[in-house]
């Protein structure tokens, strides 16, 4: 149930969010939440990849002892 959108709901955030910002400020709101979310994928990209990297380290110091 918990993260998925349906068109009833998907319709409904897009109203609310058409009154709280206005139909001029939508798409600059729309763009800041992109970049956002780009961001926020990227930082989680580079985290995932440092800690399999300590793993990986780890793993071989294990093997070398």
């Given amino acids: 149930m ?10 409904l955030i ?18 800041s939440l992109g970049e956002a979310i780009q961001e926020f994928k990227k930082g989680s990209s580079q985290v995932k990849k440092e800690l399999n990297s300590i793993t990986e380290d780890t793993i071989e110091d294990d093997k070398n002892a």
Avoid: D, T, W
């Fill in 2 to 11: 918990f993260g998925r959108i349906g068109p009833f709901e998907l319709i």
């Fill in 14 to 31: 897009l109203c609310i969010a058409l009154v709280v910002f206005g139909p001029s400020k939508l798409p600059q709101v729309g763009r």
